[in-house]
């Protein structure tokens, strides 16, 4: 595998290398996982998205396993033990943030029967595929990631400024951004189809 051509700004790091052949790209349908990339994502603003992989494990074992129907009930005691952890990102808006959009999370599954439903309506439930010969041209936000953005904030979420929702479509396969010399934007396409109305 190590000979395939990869996106570069995956590098050589084991973990990275992993999450690019292995998640990133992939259309995500559940729940948990959509959670999961949510706090996550609104972790990695400001930061690099290696160092939050490195930190991954720390969020289920200081968040409740990043189970939104848990994480909507922790107490300010709870996250303030969370925050003593190294093993998270140990900004105290962004720890308190993961309980208020678990909140809200689960108000929109509430709504919609799930939250993959509410998210994927907005591309008609079919991953968009680009055609990025170069990471230059790769955007940091889009129309659509504005819009997605705004309604988020309108429903209570924090952390999910457009940059930071275009990343969170990236990693959960909403759009498929692999280079198109990258071996998984072939694999990421077929997908696209093999899950689309799925």
Known sequence: MSTMKRCGWCGTDPLYLAYHDQEWGVPVRH??????????????AGLSWITVLRKRDGYHR????????????????QLERALLDPGIVRNRL?????????????????????????????????????HWASMAEVPGRTPL???????LKNRGFS????????????????????????????????????????
């Open 145 to 151: 990631s504005d819009r997605i953005s705004k309604d």
């Open 31 to 44: 729940d948990p996982t959509l959670f999961e990339f949510l706090v996550l994502e609104g972790a990695q």
């Open 62 to 77: 200081t968040l409740a396993g990043l189970d939104p129907e848990k994480v909507a009930l922790l107490s300010d005691a």
């Open 159 to 198: 952390f999910v400024g457009s940059t930071i929702i275009y990343a969170y479509m990236q990693a959960i396969g909403m759009v498929n951004d692999h280079l198109t010399d990258c071996f998984r934007h072939a694999e990421c396409r077929r997908l696209a189809y093999e899950t689309g109305g799925a």
């Open 94 to 130: 962004k720890v308190f943030s993961a309980r208020k959009n678990a909140q809200a999370f689960l108000n929109i599954q509430a709504a919609a029967g799930s939250f993959s439903n509410y998210l994927w309506q907005y591309v008609d439930n079919v991953p968009i595929t680009n």
